[in-house]
């Protein structure tokens, strides 16, 4: 069974930046497919950014790519998502989630994920 473990969350002013961590237990890493989505208040999960289990391939929700980064370190079993000039509709819980096997093509798809953390608040103020 895969944990995952997400940090990094907390509270910023609008333009600000944060990186979030997911930390993976309980299955080599290197054969997970992982992603972040995010949830906000009243509104339904969505796909934030996803990377493949060698990081040769990221792929990432149209509108944020040009603002956050996902990578992952294999070697410590954690992925990162790193998020400059947050805006207050990015507020949200951010969620880790990850598959086994090879990511493509439903990178974006959350029924895709077998394993999910408990996610991270992360709140952007005006």
């Known amino acids: 069974q895969v944990q995952l473990v997400e940090s990094g969350g907390g509270l910023v002013q609008a333009g600000g930046s944060l990186r979030l961590s997911c930390a993976a237990s309980g299955r080599s890493f290197s054969e997970l497919s992982m992603g972040w989505f995010r949830q906000a208040p009243g509104k339904e999960r969505e796909f934030v950014a996803a990377?493949?289990?060698?990081?040769?391939?990221?792929y990432y929700k149209d509108l944020l790519k040009d603002r956050f980064t996902i990578s992952r370190d294999n070697a410590k079993n954690t992925v990162y998502l790193r998020m400059h000039s947050l805006k207050p509709e990015d507020t949200a819980v951010y969620y880790c989630a990850a598959k086994a096997g090879r990511l493509a093509p439903r990178f974006s798809v959350a029924s895709e994920y077998g394993y999910w953390g408990r996610g991270t608040q992360v709140t952007v103020s005006s």
């Open positions: 990377i493949s289990r060698s990081a040769g391939s990221s």
